[in-house]
């Protein structure tokens, strides 16, 4: 699979349901982090991993990273209808001065109220 | 919360024109970053930015692009003699030392 795939590409829950999604990547990274895009509109960020952390916490959201199998999962837990979006793994690979970052191709959350 | 602004939010242009997209980045923030978004495809990078200078930039950021930063404020994207190709979302972000990237709400870009 290309650098930062999501899986799986589209997702529909009831509200109030948890929403998991996947990536892969395939470089090693420096950290990755998971973004969101409403229709029509620019990318949100919604959290950072760095290579050495496993698991982190923001609100609803929780993130995962396992490195040995360059892999993160984002859980959104009691989900709401307003977290219908794409959401977005992106890698950022840590090449000295680079800090591009590698989007996936994403996937699309309907959560149906 | 500062954002990233770009302007304009839609612009439509013949083949072969010339097209200038703007961003004003965040105002504290040293890098700068431009991407596109095929419709219906992944976010692409496509040049970085920084010391007013080019730091990266993709196989896609030919001769036919250019990136500038005029004044203290904006940060413009110059694409030459457009291709039906070239239409695509066209993202903007910024960020300080550290990560992560604010991104703008894009210019749609469309060419006839």
């Known amino acids: 699979s290309q650098q930062g795939e999501e899986d799986p590409q589209a997702l529909s829950i009831q509200e109030g349901e948890n929403a998991t999604m996947n990536c892969s990547y395939k470089t090693s990274i420096n950290n990755l982090q998971w973004y969101r895009q409403n229709s029509g509109r620019g990318l949100v960020h919604l959290i950072l991993i760095r290579s050495n952390e496993r698991e982190k916490h923001s609100g609803r959201l929780r993130v995962t990273l396992d490195t040995s199998k360059k892999s993160s999962s984002l859980l959104i837990t009691a989900s709401r209808a307003a977290d219908t979006a794409s959401y977005f793994c992106a890698t950022d690979a840590g090449d000295t001065g680079r800090r591009a970052l590698t989007f996936g191709s994403g996937t699309r959350l309907q959560v149906q109220p | 919360e500062p954002e990233v602004t770009q302007t304009p939010s839609h612009q439509v242009t013949q083949m072969g024109q010339e097209v200038i997209l703007r961003c004003v980045p965040i105002s504290n923030h040293l890098y700068f970053y431009w991407y596109r978004q095929i419709l219906g495809q992944k976010v692409e990078f496509l040049v970085s930015?920084?010391?007013?200078?080019?730091?990266?930039k993709s196989e896609i950021f030919d001769d036919q692009f250019s990136v500038e930063r005029p004044d203290g404020s904006n940060f413009t994207l110059k694409i030459r003699s457009t291709k039906l190709e070239d239409s695509a979302m066209y993202f903007c972000?910024?960020?300080?030392?550290?990560?992560?990237?604010?991104f703008g709400d894009g210019t749609r870009l469309s060419i006839l």
């Open positions: 972000a910024s960020r300080d030392r550290a990560q992560p990237q604010h």
């Open positions: 930015f920084y010391n007013n200078e080019i730091s990266e």
